[in-house]
RNA sequence: CGGGGCGUAGCGCAGUCCGGUUAGCGCACCUGGUUUGGGACCAGGGGGCCGCAGGUUCGAAUCCUGCCGCCCCGACCA
């Protein structure tokens, strides 16, 4: 019927952008690389939004806004920090359009040059360090804790709607503190706060730990992040947290009056998350039906049905619908009655299957004689006949429930696709055929490190905080090994 | 930037090899009617600079030249 999607089976990544466009999530942009974020996708981040915001907030943070543009001498300051971004960095070099003298359009006026160009911010750490310069005198100033909620482009040469664009939606958090411990706690306390949310609002399971030197952030001492899993068996970096140390203060010149007396440079750290987790959430939960979204990020919590042959029967079915959509949105939930008369119902079921809503209600003649309403999940699928009286107590508990099943199902996944290893050819073989992830000793090299991705495409998605001390040898070099580190194929 | 593929209605495609009246199909859209507890049916209707520019020809979606754009697969990345 044109809605069909392809299913996993069948092609993985062409059933996930099937799903994107059908869901009317977002679509591609004519610019190359840029996406469309369509209402429904767009209420999907405003949520995790307000998730992300009201945690930010509870633990200190204020939010501000600095500059899309960034002088291109800023860049240059941190130097591997210029290093990570000069390959994908836009430019702004004109400021003026005129019209071209043979009147076949508009061409950029080569007068109009700019002194110095401009980057658009693939992240704004210069930018900001440059004001903490200005902000910063004394231990007094500190710590700021600032983020703000922007966008940011990065020129990717091969992007995918959410997962990779090449403009996209983010918050960037920036602190500065007066002692590296303070910055530390900083950057695991937001490690721990993206945990959370993955967890708890997006009810997906994550790995959290530490980045090799090779997967670092450009300019970072120390990379967290929060690894998740995908049904593909593919890892997805959901987020991260970086200890900056003192090199951005030390690139922009910022020191601070400490107690004693004395001068140092100020201790920084910045974390992030994406518009990229929508495309994990995709990913992580929705079937061949559908989205599957959590409830706590879901559009729409509960759609209702109604089923009726004539104007009457819809009149009536409307009274006691009213009734139900008031008490449950007096609860929070957001509900839609969708009373078009231009569709029959069963489009309508396999419209919100698709859309993920999580619950739905159907209300037909039968029900009104018998007082009655059917309620369906979208996680497991099931309906049943439940009394028109109690529906509005039993839906806060389901919804509850599917929360918690979508998570639970997510981690039994990744529990069952997580596979440990202690040889070379082991690795290789679970790489191939069952995919997840990779529990192997590693010697610690980035040589070893760099090998293994040439020869197996996976990389060390982090080193487990929680890893047990546990003597081994590395899979790769046999050299001696204390722990095992985290390897996947990823996104 | 290399290799492959594709630009024809809002979307998905056929037609192109072998040039020939008015460019076609499915979905979507509009109108009317019958329907409505799992993606309705019938009838009628609207919608096209056939990617752009040039050339060959009596005649070009179709052949030739150039350009532009997009998608897939590789090297780089949240």
């Not at 999907?44 to 291109?72: C, S």
């Not at 403009?167 to 706690?185: I, V, Y």
């Not at 929508?278 to 990020?297: E, N, Q, R, T, V």
């Not at 979208?378 to 429930?401: F, G, H, M, N, Y």
């Amino acid at each position: 019927m044109g809605k069909e999607l392809t299913s996993r089976s069948e092609d993985y990544s062409q059933w996930y952008i099937d799903l994107v466009k059908k869901a009317d999530l977002a679509e591609n942009s004519d610019v190359r690389g840029c996406m469309v974020i369509k209402p429904y996708g767009y209420t999907i981040w405003e949520n995790m939004q307000q998730g992300l915001d009201r945690m930010f907030k509870n633990t200190g943070h204020v939010n501000a806004y600095f500059p899309l543009f960034i002088p291109k001498s800023f860049l240059a300051r941190e130097a591997s920090h210029v290093e990570g971004f000069a390959k994908e960095c836009a430019i702004v070099t004109h400021y003026r359009l005129k019209n071209a003298e043979d009147g076949s359009g508009v061409i950029v006026d080569p007068d109009a040059k700019l002194e110095e160009e401009l980057i658009v911010r693939p992240t704004s750490e210069t930018v900001i360090w440059n004001s903490y310069k200005r902000w910063i005198q004394s231990y007094r100033d500190l710590p700021i804790l600032i983020n703000q909620w922007a966008n940011v482009v990065r020129w990717e040469m091969r992007t995918r709607l959410f997962l990779r664009t090449a403009e996209f939606l983010w918050q960037e958090g920036h602190t500065a503190h007066a002692t590296a411990k303070e910055a530390e706690e900083e950057t695991i306390q937001m490690l721990n706060v993206y945990a959370d949310f993955v967890e708890n609002f997006m009810a997906l399971p994550v790995v959290k730990g530490r980045k090799s030197e090779g997967e670092k952030f450009p300019g970072a001492i120390d990379t967290y992040c929060i690894e998740a899993l995908m049904q593909d068996g593919k890892a997805l970096q959901a987020g991260t947290s970086h200890f900056l140390g003192q090199n951005f203060a030390k690139a922009f010149d910022v020191q601070f009056a400490t107690k004693e007396g004395s001068l140092d440079y100020v201790w920084g750290t910045s974390w992030g998350v994406s518009t990229r987790l929508i495309g994990g959430l995709i990913m992580a939960h929705s079937d061949d039906d559908g989205l599957i979204l959590p409830p706590k990020l879901a559009p729409i919590h509960v759609a209702i049905v109604p089923i009726f042959k004539s104007e009457e029967e819809l009149q009536k079915i409307t009274e006691k619908v009213n009734l139900i959509s008031t008490e449950l949105r007096k609860k929070g939930f957001a509900v839609k009655f969708d009373n078009r008369d231009t569709h029959k119902p069963g489009f309508k079921f396999a419209e919100y299957e698709l859309k993920g809503v999580p619950v739905r209600l159907a209300i037909g003649p039968r029900d009104l004689e018998n007082g009655t309403i059917e309620v369906a999940r979208r996680d497991t699928k099931e309906k049943k006949v439940v009394s028109i009286d109690e529906v509005t107590t039993l839906i806060p508990a389901l919804l509850d429930e599917i929360q918690q099943n979508i998570y639970t199902k997510a981690l039994k996944f990744r529990e069952e696709k997580t596979t440990h290893v202690d040889t070379f050819e082991q690795f290789k073989n679970v790489l191939d055929e069952k995919g997840g992830f990779v529990m192997a000793h590693w010697d610690g090299t980035p040589e070893t490190e760099a090998a293994i991705k040439e020869e197996t495409k996976a990389t060390i998605r982090c080193i487990p905080l929680d890893a047990k001390e546990e003597a081994g040898k590395c899979v790769y070099s046999g050299k001696p090994s204390s722990k095992r580190v985290l390897f996947a194929r990823a996104y």
